[in-house]
């Protein structure tokens, strides 16, 4: 998963990107990057393989030339963590951030490759995205970018430049969210609504499925390069992904509401008798607050969380995640000792923070833990930019409940249903849950070729 801003007329146009990306560090940790356009060519710092600070900016943003730059922020799902593929990916004459996953990126790489083309990246689906824009024949640039378009599948919302232009394109089935507004008279586009929103870009409206905007010197045109007929928005971006303050794919409702409304349904299909409700702060608070109302239980905050530990989910090994989890909560002794406790939680992946989470609670003298996630079981891998690369790693894709609960030592388990996630949606046909249903879309050939895929 990543995150990406494009923005096009701002003679500080690298630092606008920058503080609107900032917003979008709920989208990945692995890297940060910002490129701009200046003097017909790309320029700008290297990419981080970490959060971008204070200094960062001051030293290597501040004052960049160039009315045209993109940003990303990234979370390896494709490729390895080498900085190498952290993005934006850029040639001298084009620049590309992309956010999702390409499922037919390895077939396309090698045709590419056995033509004598050279890629700098080890093994990243954007570049291959990059390399067919080049070896396209086509006159245009749009021309070129949309025959690229026909020959990808698989998940992507991307920005890119080149020709003094920034183009921004969301795949047919419209997986990942990319809003475009105003700021003053330059255009900005971004993954998510609220980093737009939060810093004062007006105007602002999702891009349609198969839409692909081009803006240059004669103002914004928008091409439509063909919509599927069933759309596959990722519901995991509901249920966690996120930021829960904005509302995405053109959703009335914002994250947190949604959340909210699934701990209620969580409350009514699972109820427990128990003394306290807690979240797994962040992720769960909104679902946690949900289950407390629906049920009559008090709400309290039980696990302190520590914030400088960061997002546990999108970092890249289950080393580090481990850290992490540890270092992140603390349970709070005067709230949970004694008492029996219903701990809410968004979702259950891999199991590193449950696991961690049952101990604590015990130790801090919990008389009773109930575990209760506001989606069903995470069961299989998803192949369009959330890393659960294989089902080894997705913890109910390989134990039943009962074993899930003893192994993250709790006196009971219980996942919403698919229906009860779905509730909130107005238009649930167009969402993809194929990692809790294993319904995939599209046909993952190219994946069972080169190994990735295992049902
Ligand atoms: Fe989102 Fe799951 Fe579909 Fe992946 S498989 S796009 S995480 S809903
Ligand atoms: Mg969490």
Not at 141 to 155: F, P, T, Y
Not at 229 to 237: A, D, G, N, R, Y
Not at 340 to 346: A, H, K, L, T
Not at 406 to 420: M, N, Q
């Amino acid at each position: 998963m990543c995150g990406e801003v494009g923005v096009y007329g701002h003679e500080r146009a690298a630092e606008i990107a920058f503080q609107i990306n900032w917003l979008h560090q709920n989208r990945g940790q692995d890297s940060f990057g910002v490129k701009v356009w200046n003097k017909d060519r790309v320029e700008g710092p290297g990419n981080r393989e970490e959060q971008p600070t204070e200094k960062y900016y001051r030293k290597q943003i501040k004052g960049l030339e160039g009315r045209i730059a993109i940003a990303h922020v990234r979370y390896a799902t494709s490729g390895t963590q080498s900085i190498k593929n952290s993005q934006p990916l850029s040639y001298n004459d084009m620049a590309i951030a992309h956010n999702g996953n390409l499922t037919n990126a390895e077939s396309i790489r090698k045709d590419l490759e056995s033509q004598g083309r050279t890629f700098i990246s080890e093994g990243s689906d954007t570049e291959v995205i990059l390399q067919l824009i080049k070896s396209s024949e086509e006159s245009t640039i749009e021309n070129k970018v949309i025959d690229a378009l026909k020959k990808v599948e698989g998940a992507y919302s991307f920005v890119f430049m080149a020709e003094n232009k920034l183009i921004a394109v969301k795949d047919k089935w419209g997986y990942r969210p990319l809003s475009m507004g105003k700021f003053g008279d330059a255009y900005v586009v971004a993954s998510e609504r609220q980093a737009l929103a939060r810093n004062s870009v007006t105007n602002i409206k999702e891009l349609n499925p198969g839409e692909m905007v081009v803006i240059d010197k004669t103002g914004v045109n928008s091409y439509d390069f063909g919509k599927a007929s069933k759309l596959q928005q990722c519901v995991f971006e509901l249920v966690y992904f996120a930021n829960p303050c904005g509302a995405i794919f053109g959703m009335k409702m914002d994250g947190a509401e949604f959340r909210y409304q699934n701990g209620i349904r969580l409350a009514r299909e699972h109820p427990v008798e128990a003394d306290v409700v807690i979240p797994v702060s962040d992720s769960g608070n909104h679902a946690a607050q949900g289950y407390a109302k629906e049920s009559g239980i008090e709400y309290r905050e039980g696990l302190l969380r520590s914030h400088s530990a960061g997002k546990t989910f999108t970092l890249c090994n289950q080393e580090l995640r481990a850290k992490a989890v540890q270092q992140k909560h603390t349970a709070i002794k005067s709230v949970v000792n004694g008492n029996r406790i219903v701990v809410v939680d968004d979702s259950l992946v891999r199991g590193t923070t449950a696991k961690k989470i049952g101990r604590m609670l015990k130790n801090a003298g919990a008389s009773e833990i109930h575990m209760r996630i506001a989606s069903p079981p995470v069961k299989f891998p998803c192949h369009y930019g959330i890393a659960t690369p294989t089902k080894e790693e997705l913890i109910a894709a390989n134990m039943v409940k009962k074993e899930i609960s003893e192994e993250i030592e709790v006196d009971s388990l219980e996942y919403l249903s698919k229906d009860g996630m779905l509730n909130p949606l107005e238009n649930a046909d167009d969402f993809c849950k194929a990692c809790f249903d294993g319904s995939y879309a599209e046909n993952l050939g190219d994946l069972v070729q080169i190994g990735q895929l295992r049902s």
